[in-house]
């Protein structure tokens, strides 16, 4: 069975860093793009980065783009997500996803149950 | 950016009518459209891919058409479980973008 497990979340000050990590159980974690998507309070869900099986290819959404780092290490079958300089407007629910198969389609199946991080002072 | 507008943004049904539900791209996105549903507290589930797959897993009472920019999602007789909050995503172009959700409500 397919588990993601996410954690790190918590309270941090704006301007401070946090890194969430993804424990990913259950298939083989190299074969699969993986994703992070967000969920502020009250509002929708929202793309933030992706990074390829291999580790060699990321993509960012505008809003973390040079403030977010994502990462995978292979041999733990850990994915995370290396986030500075966070704002206020960066609190939220931080979903990890698996790619539905490992051809790359960019569907997120399944999700991890979340870990939430606030920003506030 | 492609932006996903979905309607309505709430949909107030009964269980065993039929939910349908709307998702316009601002530009084509071909067939390179999914679903999920998220209940509060819980991980988003992938439903339909593809524009018309369903995901595995996923009853037959749901099923998705569409192409370019205009997409349905369609609930055929809803339980009781379905009743929760749904987003298209499209993944033609970065970034990948969702539509701001309908809420499917008793």
């Known amino acids: 069975e397919v588990q993601l497990l996410e954690s790190g979340g918590g309270l941090v000050q704006p301007g401070g860093s946090l890194r969430l990590s993804c424990a990913a159980s259950g298939f083989t974690f190299s074969d699969y793009v993986m994703t992070w998507v967000r969920q502020a309070p009250g509002k929708g869900l929202e793309w933030v980065s992706t990074?390829?099986?291999?580790?060699?290819?990321?993509y960012y959404a505008d809003s973390v783009k040079g403030r977010f780092t994502i990462s995978r290490d292979i041999s733990e079958n850990t994915l995370y997500l290396q986030m500075n300089y966070l704002r206020v407007e960066d609190t939220a629910v931080y979903y990890c996803a698996k790619d539905r198969t490992t051809a790359t389609t960019y569907w997120f199946d399944p999700w991890g149950q979340g870990t939430l991080v606030t920003v506030s002072s | 950016e492609i932006v996903l507008t979905q309607s309505p943004a709430t949909l107030s049904l009964s269980p065993g009518e039929r939910a349908t539900l709307s998702c316009r791209a601002s530009l084509s996105v071909g067939i390179y459209l999914a679903w999920y549903q998220h209940k509060p507290g819980q991980a988003p589930r992938l439903l339909i891919y593809d524009a018309s797959n369903r995901a595995t897993g996923i009853p037959a009472r749901f099923s998705g058409s569409g192409s370019g920019t205009d997409f349905t999602l369609t609930i055929s007789s809803l339980e009781p479980e379905d009743f929760a909050l749904y987003y298209c995503q499209q993944r033609r172009n970065w970034p990948l973008t969702f539509g701001g959700g309908t809420k499917v409500e008793i």
């Open positions: 990074i390829s099986g291999s580790g060699d290819k990321t």
